[in-house]
């Protein structure tokens, strides 16, 4: 299928975009680039070995991407486009709802208008909000403790409402718990702009030198080292799953379905941590330092649903997920090139 990607240069929309071309589709990339390199487009080219077409666009306006769908010929979107960092959101909300839902509204506005019935969500296991329980099963009711989560609360939302207005939709919500890691061949990798929020960029960072120490938020969570445990998948896993939520989508009757992709198996960040320094081979000094803020002491996915329907299951080990990111970033010590 011809495929769109939104947010193809984007850490997860790259490592999709390979898997996508591997399984014979036709992708077409288009990004505003504002948190990622133009340098990233080059590396996919050779990594492929297919020649990719993007569009360096705002997908907020809803005139330029109604012109690119009226071109594209697209049989399905996969929509990663969107501002993602939490501790942001909070300090600009208006910039969050108003480019995140701005986006989906322009993109399902122009999926209508062109006929295109197909799209796969990148959403998150933040929707499952402060207080759920664990493992996190899809029925569980969403909520969020900022606006970044809200935002992915609401499009969510947004696109089950969609679902209902024209059942003829197939949509997939893929609720993604804690993506690390990187492509075997060290080309490309998770890249942040600026100073990381996640855990593992921060871990590959002082591995390689750009950073002293790593503050451990928090010692006394009610788990069994007293740190928070996340369910991290390798980024390679989580494309996987897009591959075959988008298959089952030419199967399924329903509208709108929604998918845990993670492994089941939480992991503390000590563990990570000793798991890093030991696939590293570097020290990663520690400081113990307070919670921070809405973090919760376990988020694991029950990931039986992706399972049964999709025949997905994460099968990358911890270990992988450390010694593939250290290979990017020992590889890339500042990240992509420029240009
Ligand atoms: C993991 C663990 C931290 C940094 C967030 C978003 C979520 C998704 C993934 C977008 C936590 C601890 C971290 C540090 C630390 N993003 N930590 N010191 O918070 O589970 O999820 O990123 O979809 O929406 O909420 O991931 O990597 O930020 O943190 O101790 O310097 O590492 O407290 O327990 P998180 P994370």
């Known amino acids: 299928m011809r495929i769109l990607v939104t947010g193809g240069s984007g850490y997860i929309g790259s490592h999709t975009t390979l898997q996508l071309i591997a399984a014979g589709h036709e992708v077409v990339i288009a990004d505003n680039f504002s948190r990622s390199k133009l340098s990233v487009l080059g590396r996919l080219e050779s990594l492929s070995g297919a020649s990719i077409k993007h569009h360096v666009i705002d997908l907020t306006d809803q005139e330029a991407t109604d012109r690119l769908f009226a071109q594209g010929a697209f049989e399905a979107v996969i929509h990663f486009a969107g501002l993602k960092a939490v501790g942001e959101s909070v300090a600009m909300p208006l910039e969050y709802y108003s480019n995140n839902l701005g986006l989906t509204l322009s993109v399902l506005t ?91 960029p921060l871990l590959a960072q002082i591995a390689v030198g750009r950073r002293e120490f790593l503050s451990v938020y928090g010692k006394d969570y009610p788990t069994p080292d007293g740190t928070a445990r996340r369910d991290y998948l390798h980024v390679e896993d989580l494309a996987a799953g897009h591959v075959a939520a988008l298959n089952r989508l030419g199967e399924t009757q329903e509208p709108v379905s929604t998918w845990n992709l993670g492994t089941g198996t939480p992991t503390s960040v000590l563990e990570m941590v000793s798991a890093f320094a030991a696939a590293s081979g570097r020290e990663i000094p520690t400081v113990d330092a307070p919670r921070r803020p809405g973090d919760i002491a376990d988020s694991f996915a029950d990931p039986a649903k992706a399972q049964a329907e999709l025949g997905w299951v994460a099968a990358r080990t911890i270990d992988d997920m450390c010694a593939d990111t250290w290979r990017w970033q020992s590889q890339n010590p500042d990240g992509f090139p420029e240009a």
């Open 110 to 200: 122009a999926m209508r208008t062109h006929g295109v019935k197909k799209l796969v969500f990148s959403s998150s296991a933040t929707v499952y909000g402060e207080h759920a329980q664990v493992p996190m099963q899809e029925p569980f009711p969403t909520s969020a403790n900022n606006p970044y989560g809200w935002t992915k609360v609401m499009q969510e939302q947004m696109l089950r409402d969609v679902g209902v207005a024209d059942p003829s939709m197939r949509i997939a919500l893929l609720r993604y718990f804690n993506p690390v890691g990187a492509h075997k061949s060290g080309m490309i990798g998770e890249d942040p702009q600026g100073v990381p929020n996640n855990l593992m």
